[in-house]
């Protein structure tokens, strides 16, 4: 079966750096999606990971290794504002995008 | 990487209308293009894929009627909601792809009708 693997909830200090993880198992693969979805609303996309390595892209980076089946965003310097859910999902040899149950983050003064 | 842009980003139309979603490769010619969507707290899921020029394949459970998808160009296809009503409001999002390679995705469509 496909099944994608990530903490249910985390909690940070602001200001400071966390490391979500997210491991996967599916399908094929065609590329890891993170998502910050805040409560009641769509998600946002944050990034796109295909190969191997490190995307930064501002305050958050994405990093995958493909051959571990692994993937972690990290968000550097905290907002309060960043108190959110993060979606981890691989699109799999179908183009489906396979869900992780999501990672609620929560930011503490 | 390639470019989907993804237009609206957001919309609010009354129950009873027709609402349009764009979905257009800006460097690439999309041969195939596909339409999600998400309800509230749950998966994204696949709607239909589409082949430029062709007619669109729709999922099961999906109304052909409902959620019109036209792919006229390589680099353009539509989602049209028609006579939307509040159980359509949802997140839509496209991907495009050249083919078998990596699909590239747009930004997403968040839908409310009032």
């Known amino acids: 079966g496909q099944n994608i693997d990530q903490p249910t909830e985390m909690t940070a200090t602001e200001g400071a750096i966390v490391q979500i993880n997210c491991t996967y198992q599916?399908?094929?693969?065609?590329?890891l999606f993170w998502y910050q979805q805040h409560a009641g609303e769509a998600p946002t996309f944050l990034s796109y990971?295909?190969l191997d390595g490190l995307e930064e892209k501002g305050r958050f980076s994405s990093f995958l290794s493909r051959s571990k089946g692994y993937s972690y965003l990290l968000l550097k310097e905290l907002q309060m504002k960043d108190s959110a859910s993060y979606l981890c999902?691989?699109?799999?040899?179908?183009?489906?995008?396979?869900w992780g149950a999501g990672t609620k983050l929560i930011i503490k003064p | 990487g390639a470019v989907v842009s993804q237009h609206p980003s957001r919309v609010i139309c009354k129950s009873g209308t027709s609402v349009k979603i764009e979905c257009r490769s800006l460097?690439?010619?999309?041969?195939?293009m596909f339409w999600y969507r998400q309800f509230p707290k749950q998966s994204l899921m696949l709607m239909a894929t589409?082949?430029?020029?062709?007619?669109?394949?729709?999922e099961q459970g999906v109304e052909k009627d409902k959620f019109l998808i036209n792919h006229a160009s390589l680099t353009l296809s539509t989602l049209t909601v028609t006579s939307a009503h509040p159980e359509d409001s949802s997140f839509y999002i496209c991907?495009?792809?050249?083919?078998?390679?990596?699909?590239?995705f747009g930004q997403g469509t968040r839908l409310t009708v009032v």
């Open positions: 991907s495009a792809t050249m083919g078998n390679t990596e699909a590239f």
């Open positions: 460097d690439f010619q999309a041969t195939t």
């Open positions: 589409s082949n430029e020029g062709s007619k669109a394949t729709y």
């Open positions: 599916t399908s094929g693969f065609n590329g």
């Open positions: 990971n295909v």
């Open positions: 999902a691989v699109l799999d040899s179908n183009y489906q995008l396979i």
